[in-house]
């Protein structure tokens, strides 16, 4: 994953927050379907948030180092993986 | 690393349910909510419980569209998932596409209650473009006859069958429902004939009760009690379904409230003038949202009432049949005027339905 790569969410999911709990729901194209939501854990979450097109994962990955108790490495890793995940399921989109 | 997203379901609703259940155990959180968006209709169903009375200015004291987006913004913030709209006929709002893709975009898993005779090319292709999680389509007959009969509008039912073709055409899932009474309980097997070959889900339900002003008419078309669990059961499916449920829940504590279920503790109900109700069936307890918000009327306005209720009174206390009779002390409330004196007529399917789905173990 490039770290100076732009990520944004796409308006085809919508972030909900449930009792404390993350949720992402499909707004459109195939009809709803309880199997397509996804649920988030907290680091997730945090970095759904900040996928507004403007941040690049290197910025990304700096906050949640300062904010969560993780090691660079893993905290680079986790992001990468995450986003990766949400490219390869078409939630997200890298800006060009 | 595992799981930082995960699917939330293995395949059914059942699980999706579970993961919920574990994530708000405990906890009084607003998940699953209905809006009455008007009480106009188009049709004038013998048995409606909502329809407007003689006189009655429906239309100038409905909330407008900028009310429903905040309250719908307010119910998000809440915690809402399940979002039924209905009616009235809610098609008939001019502002439904703006309600109901506000609600899309913000992810809510929409339903909507239709008579299916109002379906546009825009309304479909709204659908299309946003896709609810279930159209339900009221039918009472299998044939122009009886179901126009019923709703008082002659062509309503080809209107309706049209708008469900255009429904499947377009991939939206649908089903069906219907409201078992001695104007269609002879047509009932062939309602659920016209389900089948359409391939479309049907469900029914026999309990009629009384206008939301109090009119107590619809009572009168209710079908016996043995008649209508003997339709119910004709079907092998649902006496399975009967039992399964039976088996699944009769053990499970619900305590010593006069409720059980969700009312006001994870369900809520708003009427078109904005009044917020712990379900669409208790209207003991409510709450102005004109000038009011949400989260407060939750929070406050009705989140005691279960505890001021009295169970200790209550007639169906320890009854083993409360999982088969539809009990619902909101539905006695409007029956009786009382929550706690139960609907003799539900008791009596309670009870037809507990033999059957018994001497069905037996046997199996």
């Not at chain 1, 969560?68 to 680079?76: K, N």
């Not at chain 2, 712990?278 to 505890?307: N, T």
């Amino acid at each position: 994953m490039n770290p100076t790569g732009k990520f944004r969410r796409k308006g085809s999911i919508a972030g909900r927050r449930i009792a404390g709990e993350s949720f992402l729901i499909p707004v459109v194209g195939t009809p709803v379907d309880l199997e397509n939501i996804f649920v988030l854990n907290p680091l997730a979450d945090y970095i759904w948030e900040r996928l507004d097109g403007e941040r690049t994962l290197a910025a990304i990955v700096a906050e949640i180092i300062a904010e969560f108790d993780v090691a660079p490495e893993q905290a680079g890793a986790d992001a990468g993986e995450f986003v990766g995940q949400l490219l390869e399921r078409g939630l997200a989109e890298e800006v060009a | 690393m595992n799981s930082i997203c995960e699917q939330a379901t293995g395949g059914d609703d059942r699980h999706f349910w579970r993961v919920l259940s574990e994530k708000i155990a405990g906890q009084r959180v607003p998940f699953s909510g209905s809006l009455a968006l008007t009480h106009r209709c188009n049709l004038r169903c013998v048995h409606c419980y909502a329809r407007e009375e003689p006189g009655e200015n429906v239309s100038g004291s409905e909330l407008n569209t900028d009310q429903w987006l905040k309250i719908i913004s307010e119910i998000k913030e809440a915690g809402c998932l399940f979002l039924l709209l209905t009616g009235g006929e809610p098609l008939l709002r001019d502002d439904f596409p703006a309600i109901y893709s506000f609600a899309r975009k913000n992810g809510f898993l929409v339903t909507l209650f239709t008579n299916a005779t109002l379906v546009s090319d825009s309304i479909l292709r709204l659908f299309h473009d946003l896709p609810p999680r279930l159209v339900e389509v009221s039918i009472y007959g299998a044939s122009a006859g009886i179901h126009d009969r019923i709703t008082g509008i002659p062509g309503s039912f080809a209107k309706a069958m049209e708008g469900i073709e255009a429904f499947q055409f377009e991939g939206i899932p649908v089903r069906l429902k219907s409201v078992l009474m001695t104007l269609n309980d002879e047509n009932f097997p062939a309602i659920e004939d016209l389900a089948r070959s359409r391939g479309i889900k049907f469900r029914f339900d026999p309990a009629i009760f009384p206008s939301l002003a109090g009119d107590r008419g619809p009572l009168d078309l209710r079908v016996a009690a043995k008649r209508a669990v003997d339709l119910e059961m004709a079907d092998p499916d649902r006496v399975r379904e009967w039992r399964e449920f039976y088996r699944s829940f009769r053990k499970v504590p619900v305590g010593d409230g006069l409720f059980n279920c969700g009312s006001g503790v994870n369900t809520f109900h708003i009427d078109p003038r904005g009044r917020l109700f712990p379900c669409l069936m208790v209207r003991s307890a409510a709450y102005e949202l004109g000038p009011g918000r949400f989260q407060y009327g939750w929070d406050r306005a009705f989140h005691d009432f279960r505890k001021a209720a009295p169970a200790a009174q209550s007639l169906c206390r320890g009854c083993e049949k409360k999982l088969l009779c539809g009990y619902c002390p909101g539905f006695f409330e409007m029956e009786n005027g009382s929550e706690t004196r139960p609907s003799e007529y539900m008791c009596a399917i309670g009870q037809r339905r507990f033999a059957r789905i018994i001497s069905k173990a037996s046997g199996g």
